[in-house]
């Protein structure tokens, strides 16, 4: 198993944004769908954005459409998700994490996935969006 390993959370103001970034180096989007998940307090674990493919095939909850961006930099094999407008509701730990196609359909059929099809995934960043 290859880590994950995310950077880029911090605090930032409501409207504000960031992005995250997480090395996956070993990870193919030919084989594997790589995506994001955030886990708050009190609330459900909720998947952000997920990339099915290297043709960008991806998925978003409407939670988030609109102001999140997935995307991978194939060269510097990295993984980002742009953050904008950020809401003190998106405040949570956010997670970079991968499976492999072979492991969860939903992920082979480009369905959305729910945080029990990750099979792999990073140790987290903190995101805090204050008002």
């Known amino acids: ?21 997480c090395a996956t180096s070993g990870y193919s989007t030919s084989t594997y769908c790589m995506g994001w998940f955030r886990q708050a307090p009190g609330k459900d674990d909720e998947v952000v954005a997920v ?6 095939s991806r998925y978003q909850p409407d939670s988030v459409k609109n102001r999140f961006a997935i995307s991978q930099d194939n060269a510097e094999n990295t993984l980002y998700l742009q953050m904008n407008s950020l809401k003190p509701e ?9 499976t ?10 480009q369905l959305p996935l729910t945080v029990a099809d990750f099979q792999y995934r990073g140790q987290g960043t903190q995101v805090t969006v204050f008002s």
């Open 1 to 21: 198993q290859v880590p994950l390993v995310e950077s880029g959370g911090g605090s930032v103001q409501a409207g504000g944004s960031l992005r995250l970034s």
């Open 51 to 56: 990339l099915y493919n290297r043709a960008g």
């Open 90 to 98: 998106d405040t949570a730990m956010y997670y970079c994490a991968t």
């Open 100 to 109: 492999p196609k072979t492991y969860a359909n939903r992920c082979y059929v």
